[in-house]
């Protein structure tokens, strides 16, 4: 009896020493699990640290790239000839932006495209990845350049422009013009066309005013806006008579309380008649086109223009306000309507060019002075009631002298002096309207 009950308890020690055995066992194996988890989550923590770092260098960088290429096209929007200073001022808005960033091999630079309307980001730049180097991965991209540029901004008008614009071109096409000096005008202008109209069916519209001696108008409109007048007046001189024929289609200053302003030709502020020994209006060539965004039509309108005449100025100047008033909305097309004044989103514009002093002003009673004055005296009024309707005033003198009355009515004219030039010759006048065109334009990042 007493050897079967030493048995069992031999028994039950020998299955403590199992249990006791199987618990070291189990410990041991916790730990090392314990061990395991801990070393990934460590891993993974440190990863953390790293694409933290990487988030924030991408993020820093693309906005510093981006605010770079805006900067760089603004300066080809000022100055678009000069390529350099553009791209120096992208590469200076970088360099500041990132300055506290520790990226590697940074290869990003700038360049002009788009014939010097654009301006994009090219190249790479990395983060050292000092975590993830024990996975393998030693640094990470920050930008790279996989297909064309990283970033590009672009000069936008039209159906992309931040706004609407409503842009009246005032142009010379007195006889003083003719030969090269028209043809350099018509290159310049249709240059602007280009870009203020990037889009056919933009929002932008631009109108044309060319002048000479008067203002040549649609005839389906004409009576709308000229007084009405007899077919033929004989004016005589001391040793014969002159009979000068009137021309429906063609439009002198008013006179009167609103002589200098742009209030709508109704009545008694229709504009006054032309006569001529031939009857024809002076331009024969072109007609005033009111505001339109057909880039076919306008630069084709402008193809067949003409130089002759002299130079009335102030009609010009009162035809390129007329087409941005409101006031005389309802004596355009509907499609060719200006906006209101003071419209949010929209900018009137107006250019004003010239090659010569203002010399012809009239006087329909051919008594042989003017009622309103000088054609000089009349353009200043009439530019400073414009610019105090809150349109904006571009000047352009082609070949003028460097003192004179053309040059200082431009200068009066203009909204200030950095709105006002001077061109010496035909490349200077088409660099002139370009650099116009894209101050006016807006910009608008593509990528």
């Known amino acids: ?10 028994a039950i020690v020998k299955c403590g020493e199992v249990v006791a055995r199987l618990n070291r066992d189990q410990s041991g194996s916790v730990a090392i699990l314990f061990g395991l988890v801990f070393s990934v989550m460590v891993l993974f923590s440190a990863a953390a640290i790293d694409l933290s770092r990487w988030s924030n260098a991408r993020s820093t960088t693309k906005s510093a790239v981006d605010a770079a290429v805006l900067a760089g096209a603004r300066s080809l929007q000022v100055d678009n000839a000069n390529t350099n200073a553009a791209l120096a001022t992208a590469m200076h808005y970088y360099k500041q932006n990132t300055a506290n960033l520790s990226v590697v091999d940074d290869t990003i630079t700038f360049k002009t495209a788009n014939d010097n309307m654009a301006m994009q980001a090219v190249g790479q730049s990395y983060i050292v990845t000092p975590f993830l180097n024990v996975a393998g991965i030693s640094r990470m991209p920050v930008v790279t350049q996989v297909d064309g540029a990283i970033s590009e901004a672009v000069v936008a008008s039209g159906g992309k422009g931040q706004g609407d614009v409503e842009l009246a071109m005032m142009l010379d096409i007195t006889g003083s013009m003719y030969g090269q000096k028209l043809a350099d005008l018509k290159a310049a202008s249709t240059d602007l066309i280009d870009i203020v109209l990037l889009e056919e069916n933009g929002k932008s519209r631009i109108a044309l005013v060319p002048f000479s001696e008067a203002i040549n108008i649609d005839k389906n409109w004409a009576a709308e806006v000229v007084s009405n007048g007899q077919q ?27 002589a200098f302003t742009d209030a709508a030709p109704n009545g008694q502020n229709k504009l006054g008649k ?33 130089a002759s005449g002299s130079t009335a100025g102030h009609l010009g100047t009162a035809w390129a306000w007329y087409m941005l008033s409101p006031n005389w909305a309802q004596r355009v097309p509907p499609a060719s309507r200006p906006g209101s004044y003071g419209q949010e989103g929209l900018r009137k514009i107006a250019i004003l060019m010239t090659d010569g002093e203002y010399n012809q002003q009239y006087d329909e ?15 200043r009024m009439l530019c400073t009631n414009m610019k105090a309707a809150g349109i904006t005033v571009y000047t352009v003198g082609f070949q003028l002298p460097k003192y004179g009355d053309a040059v200082t009515t431009l200068q009066q004219c203009a909204t200030d002096a950095s709105h006002f030039y001077n061109a010496n010759d035909g490349g200077a006048l088409r660099q002139a309207f370009r650099d116009i065109a894209l101050q006016i334009s807006t910009l608008y990042l593509t990528k």
């Open 232 to 258: 033929w007046v004989d004016v005589k001189s001391t040793t014969k008579t002159t009979r000068y024929y009137l021309d429906p289609q063609c439009a002198t200053e008013r006179t009167g309380p609103e």
């Open 274 to 306: 032309f006569y001529s020994t031939d009857g024809q209006c002076m331009p024969k060539s072109g007609s005033v086109i009111p505001l339109s965004n057909d880039k076919v039509f306008l630069k084709n309108a402008i193809d067949d223009y003409q």
């Open 365 to 379: 009673g051919f008594a042989g002075s003017s009622p309103n004055g000088s054609s000089t005296y009349q353009a």
């Open 1 to 10: 009896m007493f050897r079967k009950r030493e048995g069992c308890l031999h």
